[in-house]
């Protein structure tokens, strides 16, 4: 079982900076890739950025390449997702999931946990 809690949301101008975290319970929080997703009030929840076991693999969505960074410590149990020159688009609760295995990063279904979410507000 692990457990994820999410911090660092927050309200920010448009073209701030944030960085989530996500703080991991469990022993063998090394042995799961991680994912970063989040939902925007009235759509459903999408893809943000994950990142293998390793740190070796890293994908991300279109829409936030080249302004979001993902990257892990396993020592901390911790994955963070480094969010520069942000948009009011990029509002929503951001979810942080764990999975064990598969090879889909970008499909919330292969994601076995998730926590509870932080709330990103990017004012213009």
């Known amino acids: 079982q692990v457990q994820l809690v999410e911090s660092g949301g927050g309200l920010v101008q448009a073209g701030g900076s944030l960085r989530l975290s996500c703080a991991a319970s469990?022993?063998?929080?090394?042995?799961?890739?991680m994912g970063w997703f989040r939902q925007a009030p009235g759509k459903e929840r999408e893809f943000v950025a994950a990142?293998?076991?390793?740190?070796?693999?890293?994908y991300y969505a279109d829409s936030v390449k080249g302004r979001f960074t993902i990257s892990r410590d396993n020592a901390k149990n911790t994955v963070y997702l480094q969010m520069n020159s942000l948009k009011p688009e990029d509002t929503a609760v951001y979810y942080c999931?764990?999975?064990?295995?598969?090879?889909?990063?970008?499909?919330?279904?292969?994601?076995?946990?998730w926590g509870q979410g932080t709330q990103v507000t990017v004012s213009s």
């Open positions: 990142i293998s076991w390793s740190g070796g693999s890293i």
């Open positions: 469990g022993r063998t929080f090394s042995s799961y890739a």
């Open positions: 999931a764990a999975k064990r295995s598969g090879s889909s990063y970008v499909s919330q279904g292969a994601y076995d946990y």
